[in-house]
């Protein structure tokens, strides 16, 4: 015998929504998440787009996010789809993307990594590891692929949707998966 029961949710009127809005629109706590919404934006995206170094006809989509951007080397006629995230080391590693390389969406690429080789403090406290991320000319990276510190992408590389590189990928491959292998040569 099953316990399952049927129940219904009352949607409120165009009343309600309206009553809802002006309810909640105009509180302090509104205001304020509009405020750090706002400012979320201008570190991590306006900031970025300042202080990256970007060759010709770049294309990049509203929602990408940079940090550490001035460590950020972008070549010509790439195009940063939405939801990239790049965030360059924290003191010395750069990401440089050579010219013709396409994102999907929701591509990371992050040039440093918490250590984790200390048991008596905290991981919150450990120092980072930073290294270079180099992306060659004429990489396609699919969307939802994070790119690890240290990795160099050959050439005319593509790079299938959700992989995790983790390692160098030669030229002219096809990879995927995780952590990438090549599949097959283009």
Wanted: aromatic residues 10%; hydrophobic residues 40%; charged residues 20%.
């Amino acid at each position: 015998m099953s316990n399952k029961t049927n129940s219904t949710f009352a949607k409120g009127g165009m009343g309600w929504y309206i009553w809802q809005i002006l309810k909640y629109g105009v509180s302090i706590t509104f205001l304020k998440e509009i405020f750090y919404i706002c400012a979320y934006y201008i570190i991590n995206h306006v900031k970025g787009l300042c202080l990256i170094h970007r060759g010709k006809n770049v294309q990049i989509r509203p929602t990408v996010l940079f940090r550490d951007a001035e460590r950020i080397y972008i070549g010509d006629n790439c195009t940063l789809n939405h939801n990239n995230i790049l965030w360059a080391g924290k003191k010395e590693a750069v990401i440089r993307l050579g010219n013709n390389v396409i994102t999907g969406p929701f591509v990371q690429m992050y040039a440093f990594n918490h250590g984790s080789n200390r048991k008596d403090i905290p991981m919150v406290e450990q120092s980072f590891v930073e290294d270079d991320i180099i992306v060659e000319d004429d990489v396609w990276i699919g969307a939802g692929s994070i790119l690890l510190a240290g990795v160099k992408i050959g050439k005319g590389v593509v790079i299938a949707a959700g992989s995790v590189v983790t390692k160098d990928l030669p030229p002219y491959t096809l990879c995927g998966g995780v952590p990438a292998e090549v599949i097959k040569e283009r």
